[in-house]
């Protein structure tokens, strides 16, 4: 039986870019090729499996694809600071061209790109780009593309982010929806930072990223998870045994408030626990 606190929060994010990354590489090597669905959903299965209670993933009921456009939404956070709530897209590279060929997706008639703006209008969150990705680059190379204040490590580009604004930049000229121009941007970051970086506190603090090294758009710091959110987690996890039942599960939404989502809802929602003020 695991033990509370005995996996942070950065260390399953570390793992799931760690594995990401050598998973697109061997995916390669021996030719089974792994979609992005499937790397999520293995990313999910390590989060369950892990019983981390700083990580716990929530499936939703209420998930329709054709009006939502979005794979996750995440709460990233903790009570002292509150919480930051990001709209995120996952997109995996493609190995030959490092490039990714859906940034340009269609979901019925409206481009995916603009529901996940509209969503995160919507509903107060950051909208997010999450890239799987793995290169051949050297360390030299990959350095380039390193913008988090730790030293680098390759791997951990395995899993990175970037505000929906630069996907948009990206798509406005050819031969941009590629690995190089958009791990250039100094606010495309290993999707640990999220979790990890100090350079994040002044965000959650002044409740904007002006004068930060983060250029989302739609800062806005909740106090707390919305009710259901945490009553739903504190139930996964079984303070007598001080063990994690699981890292996920299902929420009913028939009585979410208004307040967090109208009409729409995301597939997923992860919560993870910020850990940057620590550190
Ligand atoms: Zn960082």
Not at 223 to 238: K, T, V, Y
């Amino acid at each position: 039986m695991e033990r509370f606190f005995t996996v942070r929060s950065v260390d399953l994010f570390e793992k799931l870019a760690f594995s990401t990354w050598q998973r697109i590489f061997y995916a390669k090597k021996y030719k089974i090729p792994q979609g992005e669905e499937t790397i999520t959903d293995l990313n999910l299965l390590e989060i369950a499996m892990a019983k981390c209670s700083e990580v716990q993933v929530i499936k939703t009921d209420k998930y329709k694809e054709k009006t939502q456009g979005t794979d996750w939404e995440w709460w990233i956070g903790n009570n002292r600071i509150g919480y930051l709530r990001y709209a995120v897209q996952a997109k995996k590279i493609h190995q030959d061209f490092l490039n990714y060929k859906t940034l340009k997706h269609k979901v019925g008639s409206e481009q995916q790109i603009d529901i996940l703006e509209r969503y995160a209008r919507n509903n107060r969150a950051i909208p997010l780009y999450c890239f799987y990705n793995y290169s051949e680059y050297t360390r030299p190379i990959l350095s380039r593309y390193w913008h988090c204040n730790s030293p680098l490590e390759s791997e951990q580009l395995g899993c990175t982010i970037t505000p929906l604004r630069n996907v948009q930049e990206a798509l406005q000229e050819r031969g941009r929806k590629k690995f190089d121009f958009l791990h250039k941007l100094h606010d495309t970051k290993p999707w640990r930072c999220l979790v990890y970086c100090p350079s994040l506190l002044q965000v959650y603090k002044s409740g904007t990223s002006i004068n930060t090294s983060w250029g989302f758009g739609n800062v806005e710091v909740y106090p707390r998870l919305p009710r259901e959110l945490s009553e739903a987690i504190d139930f996964s996890l079984n303070t007598d045994e001080r063990t994690v039942e699981s890292g996920l599960f299902e929420v009913q939404f028939d009585n979410f408030s208004n307040d967090f989502y109208s009409e729409i809802y995301p597939k997923r929602i992860l919560v993870a626990n910020y850990l940057g003020e620590n550190i």
